[in-house]
């Protein structure tokens, strides 16, 4: 498994939007704005690549020069839970450090939670809909 940062608008991308459509969006009954994925062009993009093909992505937004949030993180249904999410988390973060930030933070979906306690994030605040489902804003200093 390799770790890349992905171009936006680059074959890659179109492979990290199609994963994020059907683990994050597709399940809600959403899918992407033109104008959202536009947006993403400021951001860091990463994935995790067997050969050409994706197996999951996260990326970086800026919040302020020292804190940035970790969004869209997603890993193929049928390799969850076999290290994919992990080394994904590793890879953002000494990239977020690389980048100056001090501070990770997302907004975490409920059943994720665990994974990102794993990681060593603390939820810092009370549940919350996002899309419709429950969230909780979770962080870690780097
Ligand atoms: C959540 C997600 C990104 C985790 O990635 P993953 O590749 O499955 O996770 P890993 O295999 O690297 O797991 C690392 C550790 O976290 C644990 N873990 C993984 N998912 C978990 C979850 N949902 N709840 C609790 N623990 C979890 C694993 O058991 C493992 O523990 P271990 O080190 O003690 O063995 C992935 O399961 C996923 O894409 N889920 C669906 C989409 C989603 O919810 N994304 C998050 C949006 S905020």
Do not use: W
């Not at 994925?37 to 302020?64: P, Q, R, S």
């Not at 290290?83 to 930030?101: C, I, K, P, S």
């Not at 059943?111 to 603390?122: D, I, L, P």
């Not at 810092?124 to 804003?137: D, K, P, R, W």
């Amino acid at each position: 498994m390799a770790l890349r940062i992905i171009d936006h608008g680059s074959k890659q991308y179109q492979q990290m939007v199609k994963l994020r459509d059907d683990i994050l969006r597709r399940p809600l009954g959403l899918t992407f704005s033109p104008d959202e994925l536009e947006e993403e062009k400021e951001n860091l993009l990463i994935g995790a690549f067997e050969d050409d093909n994706i197996l999951g992505c996260c990326m970086l937004v800026e919040e302020n020069p020292a804190v940035a949030r970790l969004r869209q993180m997603a890993v193929l249904n049928d390799l969850q839970g076999k290290g994919v999410g992990r080394a994904l988390m590793q890879f953002a973060e000494n990239l977020a450090r690389d980048h100056g930030y001090r501070t990770l933070n997302m907004h975490a979906r409920k059943n994720a939670v665990g994974f990102y306690e794993k990681m060593g994030y603390r939820v810092t605040g009370s549940e919350f809909l996002e899309l419709s489902i429950a969230h909780y804003v979770m962080k870690k200093e780097l």
